[in-house]
């Protein structure tokens, strides 16, 4: 089984609805991340979240919200899904020690007509 | 706010080819350097890192960066590649809590 497991893996949907991604993991870790990967524009940060009682925005948080339901896992929503969230979503986790080496999850390639 | 530029957006090489794919950064904390490597319908992962000491650091798969300080440069090198090769490559340093921000990527296509 894979460390970090994201549902769905690809999924479609129509501009106005909700859409959560989910992601567990096993590794243990402490922090956990949600980023969006663009064609030309790289990962860019969404949320993060360092325990359970702490998140924090990250460098394109509009129009995205987040829940640490426990230490493994790590939800991120669309409230209003828009075209331009047409996106690959990754979520990854790390040590709190260590120099945050990321492990990712497989993605979650959502469209949104 | 630090940065990380990538100076290769897309390289096509032959097999047995050398790869030498640029990556610099503005940044003046303490210097954790990485890259990563996507895999066609793949997830990221660790190619290499740099935390301290040698600046020459070897990865997996016969990778290797060297950190240049002076330069700020985290140049990614592969002596002879190969098809399976054939991914995107992240540079990433530290960001705001010291989180990854990630360059914009380089697709590189080795065509046997």
């Known amino acids: 089984d894979a460390d970090v497991t994201q549902t769905p893996r690809n999924r479609i949907t129509k501009t106005g609805k909700r859409i959560m991604l989910e992601c567990s993991q096993t590794?243990?870790?402490?922090?956990m991340y949600w980023y969006r990967q663009d064609p030309g524009l790289g990962l860019r940060l969404i949320y993060y979240?360092?325990?359970?009682?702490?998140?924090n925005k990250g460098e394109i948080s509009d129009g995205y919200s987040v829940s640490r339901q426990a230490q493994a896992k790590f939800s991120l929503s669309l409230e209003s899904a828009i075209p331009n969230q047409t996106a690959l979503y990754f979520c990854?986790?790390?040590?709190?020690?260590?120099?945050?080496?990321?492990?990712f999850g497989a993605g979650s390639r959502l469209t949104v007509l | 706010a630090q940065s990380v530029s990538q100076h290769n957006h897309h390289v096509i090489l032959s097999e047995a080819a050398s790869l030498e794919l640029g990556c610099n950064y503005s940044y003046g904390g303490t210097v954790n350097l990485f890259w990563y490597v996507q895999y066609p319908g793949q997830h990221l992962q660790l190619l290499l890192k740099y935390f301290s000491g040698d600046p020459l650091v070897k990865g997996i798969k016969g990778f290797e960066a060297e950190f240049i300080k002076s330069k700020f440069s985290f140049n990614l090198r592969k002596p002879s590649v190969q098809w399976s090769d054939t991914a995107e490559y992240f540079c990433?340093?530290?960001?705001?809590?010291?989180?990854?921000?990630f360059g914009r990527g380089t697709s590189l296509i080795v065509h046997p």
């Open positions: 590794k243990g870790h402490d922090r």
């Open positions: 990854a986790t790390s040590t709190s020690s260590g120099a945050n080496v990321l492990t």
């Open positions: 990433a340093v530290p960001g705001g809590s010291y989180i990854p921000t």
């Open positions: 979240s360092f325990d359970v009682k702490d998140i």
